[in-house]
């Protein structure tokens, strides 16, 4: 089950807009905020842990 | 810290009673002891109660001529009440402290989270009390002075420890002169920098965290009941969190974390204490005079004793381990140490236990204290979080609950019920389960009558419950069978159950532990569940019971 490829790309112009929209101090709390909300929606922790792993993919170490 | 022209001990509302050194004629004539305690602050001189209970004779060193002064430990919890009942000496806190079940916490002003502690009926006391502990210093010390078998010596510093083939040999310096005492076991209760932990070459480790706070006590007319209030970036503390708790005789514990930077000789003058406080008193909406008692600054650190017995010297309260206060787990966790040491001292040198039974202390109090450390934690990362990613989801959760309740969760304190006992512990944990029973919890207290509850059936020492109709005969003979094990052991029974509170009484014990076809419980000396069985089986509670507490050989 997962959202179609054209409400993906809906998700995708929201989470853009809605972070242009924020100041600069509120948008990583923004995206905290965000998991935490979609995370309670779920009662599958190991598969909320397995997203977390894999959005830190191929992100620059620092 | 006292305001300016002020002396050390000159409280607002407590007097500091002042004590001498025993002279050193008496303290030559009297120098062996069973047991030394070292430390008579609130962990020590329970101790020593506790001993007492079991009838063991004790000598109490403390270095300072009075009580501990300043804000120190202010909330007792129900386990700790029990404790405290067991040894006689409850009557003055029931009187004295202010008993509360709930909690509140604010973000911005608005109220996130109204918890409350569980708490039913069922229960003698409340969940939680707050007193100074002057008063519990005081209280415990009036105990201590009505027992014939505690000898306190004031102004006495323990500067020696030296291991004997019976016992330790402890050098005192007190204020006449110098001297030495033969004991056979140690208790060090002089707490968080304790000289005997440092006399013996150990070291508390863990974590320190690095949000500080000031600790202010403040007298006033202040209008709310007393109810823990936790402020999460409000007016008066910008981004930064405080803690109030109301205290008896009009004083009320003001906790603030400080920004990070400010050098301590800052945070701690005088005139930023008062505008800090001035200001937290505005946000929160008092307007009268008030009065500082006392402040000092504080930060968490979860440190333990990797082992809390050294040959015969055991470590209890803040001297084996420091919580962080955002649990109120440091005096309690403390007085649970010094009963769990106590009566299995006792049991030791009443001949009734072998020494081995010392071996299940350390992993049933340090367990506790991890189990602390885990939970406080917690709170100390939601309450001052280490980092940035620490922070930044605490914000996120803390902006949450304005709009969603489940999020105001995170910032519930997690004061926890008492540990449960399993490996290691003086427990029979391989036993089947029984009804609802949890072997290793403390038992679940019920009310049988309007004034009476079920840990008032328990006994000074083991008590058996049988919630089985079991031949009175066959019982008499079961006692007999453990009398080696304990002589003083209690037995409550079913009928004795329905013949003193009728029927309906013994139907809410068996539902609350969930053992409506019959069960055995043993409960021990400080109320946690040794072992139950749901079929009744004498000659398995008395060979397991003889493993366990027997004394090798005798039995």
Known sequence: ?62 | MRPAGKGEFESLYFKYPIFAAPSLEHVFDRNQFKVAIVGAGPVGMFAALTLARFGVPTVLFDNKNTFNDGSRAICLQRSSYHALERVGAVAPFIEKALGWTTGRTFYRGQKILEFQMPHTDSEKYLPMYNIQQQYIEQFLCNAVDACDLIETRWCSEVVGISDSISGTRLTINDTNGRYKCDVEWVLAADGARSSVRTIRGKRLNGKNFPGRYVIADVQMDHNYPTIRRALFDSKSNPDKTILIHRQPDNLWRIDYQLPEGQAEEEAIREANIRENVARILVDIGYKGDWELEWWSIYSANTLALDDYRDERVIFIGDSAHIVPIFGVRGLNNGLADAENAGWKLARVLNGLSDESLLDSYTPERRGATLDIFENASKSARFMTPPTKGWTLMRDAALSLSLDHQWAGEFANPRQMEPFIYSEGGAVLSNLPSTGSVIIGAILPNERLSENTHLSDLLGNSFTLLVLDDVNPVELDSLKASLHNVDPQLTLITNSKIRERFGDNALKRIHSRLGTQTGATLMIRPDGYIVGAWGVYAPDDIVMLMTAAFGKNGVN
């Open chain 1, 1 to 62: 089950m997962s959202l179609e490829f054209s409400k993906i790309e809906q998700v995708y112009e929201e989470l853009a807009k809605a972070l242009d929209r924020l100041a600069d101090q509120d948008r990583e709390i923004f995206l905290c905020k965000f998991s935490l909300l979609l995370a309670r929606e779920t009662d599958d922790l190991a598969w909320v842990i397995e997203m977390i792993e894999k959005a830190q993919n191929r992100l620059g170490k620092v």
